[in-house]
Nanobody, 114 residues
Framework: QVQLVESGGGLVQPGGSLRLSCAAS????????MGWYRQGSGKERELVAT???????NIADSVKGRFTISRDNTKNTVYLQMNSLGPEDTSVYYC????????WGQGTQVTVSS
């Protein structure tokens, strides 16, 4: 069983930055591919970024060059650094852990507005 708790969301002005954190608890966490997904109002959940246990990353084209995913296995935490945010990035952001099972966090709201 893996528990995921996201933090770091909030209200930010266009062009601003936020860093989301996902604290994981459970066993064999370093084996999991960790990811961030988002779901805007009335939209389907979409992939934002993933990072494998070996550190290989995959970034969605819509955020490439603006968002960075990283993980600290010593802290069991995965991060999403978001820069140059725009209103289109407004969503609930979910942390995801995937290996033998798939786990989701409860989500954190990010709102980009002036």
């Amino acid at each position: 069983q893996v528990q995921l708790v996201e933090s770091g969301g909030g209200l930010v002005q266009p062009g601003g930055s936020l860093r989301l954190s996902c604290a994981a608890s459970g066993s064999l966490l370093n084996m999991y591919t960790m990811g961030w997904y988002r779901q805007g109002s009335g939209k389907e959940r979409e992939l934002v970024a993933t990072i494998t246990s070996g550190g290989r990353t995959n970034i969605a084209d819509s955020v490439k060059g603006r968002f960075t995913i990283s993980r600290d296995n010593t802290k069991n935490t995965v991060y999403l650094q978001m820069n140059s945010l725009g209103p289109e990035d407004t969503s609930v952001y979910y942390c995801n852990a995937r290996w033998t099972h798939i786990y989701w966090g409860q989500g954190t709201q990010v709102t980009v507005s002036s």
